[in-house]
């Protein structure tokens, strides 16, 4: 009965390098979502995605950032040649195909993966 | 554009003592909902508040929904040190899947 698992749980990666960050959803959801902490502030929004289809990724940067969310296996946050300033928690959260009882869109959260570039 | 404001940003207070954070709109939201974020993990979801004027208890924690849907309040009694963390409001507009989510209040609660 494990929750939405992401790893991994830190990563170092130089300037230019790319990170990858994963993300297995809770048993039963059917919907990923991204989002970017950095210290002391609260959760941006980055994509939100289905299997196999990409929703919403108006949180995304246009370049160097990509997601995906396959047909088999973990949703994939990708980040490309990647600077200093992409360092952050990013926080991954899966939520069921349709509302809980009361509509409202619940999400279960990983424990984030923490991405320090040097 | 929806938004929602938390106050106060910061609260540091003594082990004992009652608190109220505010979770505030000028939009309507169909639910609302309260999280408490740790350091080093996500946030874990509190309470899920539907209706207008709606009060929920979950031990110590009150949380309120606004008559109009527009803001919440979240009510904390005889603090504790393990109430520390980041309170985060987070609003769903509708049918729209995407939560709109206030910036937080950092609490320390200090023994």
């Known amino acids: 009965n494990a929750g939405v698992m992401q790893n991994p749980r830190h990563l170092v990666r130089r300037r230019g390098q790319e990170a990858r960050l994963r993300c297995s959803p809770m048993k039963g959801h059917s919907h990923v979502y991204w989002y970017r902490q950095l210290p002391e502030e609260g959760l941006k929004f980055m994509v939100y995605l289905q299997k196999e289809n990409i929703i919403d990724e108006s949180g995304m940067p246009k370049e160097r950032f990509s997601a995906e969310f396959p047909k088999e296996g973990p949703s994939i946050l990708r980040i490309q040649q990647v600077v200093r300033g992409d360092s952050a928690a990013y926080f991954c959260?899966?939520?069921?195909?349709?509302?809980?009882?009361?509509?409202?869109?619940?999400?279960?959260f990983g424990a984030g993966s923490r991405l320090t570039v040097l | 554009t929806q938004l929602l404001e938390q106050s106060p940003q910061f609260l540091s207070i003594q082990e004992g003592e009652n608190l109220t954070v505010y979770c505030n709109s000028s939009?309507?939201?169909?639910?609302l909902q309260w999280y408490r974020q740790e350091p080093g993990e996500g946030p874990v979801l509190l309470v899920t508040?539907?209706?207008g004027g709606e009060v929920k208890k979950l031990k110590r924690l009150t949380f309120q929904f606004g008559d109009a849907r527009k803001d919440s309040s979240l009510h904390i009694t005889a603090a504790q040190p393990g109430d520390t963390g980041l309170y985060l409001c987070?609003?769903?507009?509708?049918?729209?899947?995407?939560?709109?989510w206030g910036l937080g209040t950092s609490l320390a609660v200090n023994p």
């Open positions: 987070a609003g769903n507009a509708g049918n729209n899947r995407k939560l709109i």
């Open positions: 508040v539907v209706t």
């Open positions: 959260a899966s939520s069921p195909r349709t509302g809980s009882l009361s509509g409202a869109n619940v999400l279960t």
């Open positions: 939009s309507v939201f169909s639910s």
